[in-house]
């Protein structure tokens, strides 16, 4: 994983984003959404919060340094910058401060490349 990302989260060429969607994303349609289908999405959650990374398929799809976190709520691996399969988990309320800030630096870098299609419904977090 690249080391913590500046503060200037701005990507280098800009993106048109759709307005955010709440639509309810259960587990299992995340967990569905992990790129193994061609033609399906790729899905990628942060703090109960559905991105869709079907745009960059090379990264987050099969064979990609960050399919670990493709159908999944990977909060506790982004928070500690982590691509270890155990850490790619939802929970992440019990994690220092430090960790709590790169997760939340995680999320503004996702907001403003991804478009945000639901939120992780069905979850005990």
């Not at 048109?16 to 790129?35: C, E, F, S, Y």
Request: aromatic share 10%; charged share 25%; no cysteine.
């Amino acid at each position: 994983m690249p080391a913590h990302e500046p503060k200037n989260f701005e990507p280098k060429a800009p993106v048109q984003l759709n307005p955010p969607k709440d639509d309810p994303i259960t587990v299992d349609d995340l967990r569905k959404a992990d790129g193994t289908v061609e033609g399906s999405p790729v899905y990628v959650a942060i703090k109960g919060t559905v991105f869709d990374v079907s745009n960059n398929r090379s990264s987050y799809g099969p064979g990609g340094s960050y399919h670990v976190f493709a159908g999944k709520d990977a909060s506790r691996a982004l928070a500690m910058s982590s691509v270890k399969p155990e850490d790619a988990i939802a929970k992440w309320d019990d994690l220092g401060d430090k960790e709590k800030g790169v997760l939340n630096d995680w999320y503004t870098f996702f907001s403003k490349r991804y478009n945000i299609v639901g939120r992780v419904v069905g979850s005990n977090l």
